[in-house]
């Protein structure tokens, strides 16, 4: 069984700021605290996502889903091959920050976020070694630890590190 973490509402209040800093930057205060906000799925991507939540029959089809599409990586400045924007998910765990859409991306990030479009495969590839967040700061988000990620990169398909194809 994958070691992976599906987080859902019940987590309570995450800081809102924390997932547009870098790991270093400090927890936001508390009045700057909300609730991670629900998705409305938007593309098959996200519908699959929620559907995984309480339908087990969902979780392949989401990760298919989440290899062959397209994704937003968060980067740490503009450029396609900036690096990959950390984020802190929980105290000691970092982790590289891919979204399910631009929308969302910027819904949690901000409009003026640095990120490219690419597949969700390149985008994990881009993050060997390291903690991946899908979705951080809404809800359903998924963390992968670097196990999990080779697991998922395992399986077959096309990879492509490179922009939008």
Known sequence: ML???LLISALGAWPAAAWAQTPEAATPPPAARREPEVITPTN??????V???TNENMRPIFRRYLMETH?????TEAGEDAAPREIRVREGFNAGAIFTSEQR???VLGADAPHVIINGRAALTRLVGKNVVINPGLVPMLTLEPRDLAVYLATQGESSAGPTQ
């Open 105 to 107: 991306l910027q819904q």
């Open 51 to 53: 559907s995984a939540l």
């Open 3 to 5: 070691r992976r973490t």
């Open 44 to 49: 098959a991507l996200e519908y699959a996502f």
């Open 71 to 75: 994704v937003a990586l968060a980067l």
